[in-house]
T-cell receptor, first 114, second 111 residues
């Protein structure tokens, strides 16, 4: 199946710094990408939907100025957590949807803010 | 997207068949039913997708009754490695609409 690669797999950063997470579709063009966050033993919570070349659509309660999403090409979307705080520590997952029936997920990024 | 309801958790033993049912009473005409599997600290992985009746692949079967208001994921002869969370989603394919995850079913397989 299609491959979606997320980088980094894990990151530890200091409180107040920014962290960028990349999501790449390796063998298909992703017109739409989704960003999720997941807390321990909870389901995936959709944060935002990004379409190539346009602004992301954020879900209610998600701060767009804190979670910056850029979808500059059909194979790359980035999520930047700005001024990270310990409560931002979570598992972040991206998903890419091409022209087919299914969405493909990255392996996730474990963010720990200390 | 249609809301889905699944059991929170299920237990099984190795070698048994496991059936996980998902309710989606408000499923729309163009919606498909898709099941994903997630292991700890990994992204979800596609298992199977169907529209009606029965779909089978190398890892699972999906049973969908005529009214399509529910579906059942069947895992034959589970092993310890099938311990994971299983999510049922409904939505229209070839659509950029967002994917909303429900609570999922946490399957624990014992030896």
């Amino acid at each position: 199946g299609a491959v979606v690669s997320q980088h980094p797999s894990w990151v530890i950063c200091k409180s107040g710094t920014s962290v960028k997470i990349e999501c790449r579709s390796l063998d298909f063009q992703a017109t739409t990408m989704f960003w999720y966050r997941q807390f321990p033993k909870q389901s995936l919570m959709l944060m935002a939907t990004s379409n190539e070349g346009s602004k992301a659509t954020y879900e209610q309660g998600v701060e767009k100025d804190k979670f910056l999403i850029n979808h500059a090409s059909l194979t790359l979307s980035t999520l930047t957590v700005t001024s990270a705080h310990p409560e931002d520590s979570s598992f972040y997952i991206c998903s890419a949807r091409g022209q087919g029936n299914e969405a493909f997920f990255g392996q996730g990024t474990r963010l720990t803010v200390v | 997207l249609a809301k889905t309801t699944q059991p929170i958790s299920m237990d099984s033993y190795e070698g048994q068949e496991v059936n996980i049912t998902c309710s989606h009473n408000n499923i729309a005409t163009n919606d498909y039913i898709t099941w994903y599997q997630q292991f700890p600290s990994q992204g979800p992985r596609f298992i199977i997708q169907g529209y009606k009746t029965k779909v089978t692949n190398e890892v699972a079967s999906l049973f969908i009754p005529a009214d399509r208001k529910s579906s059942t994921l069947s895992l034959p002869r589970v092993s310890l490695s099938d311990t994971a969370v299983y999510y049922c989603l409904v939505g229209e394919p070839y659509n950029t609409d967002k994917l909303i995850f429900g609570t999922g079913t946490r399957l624990q397989v014992f030896p």
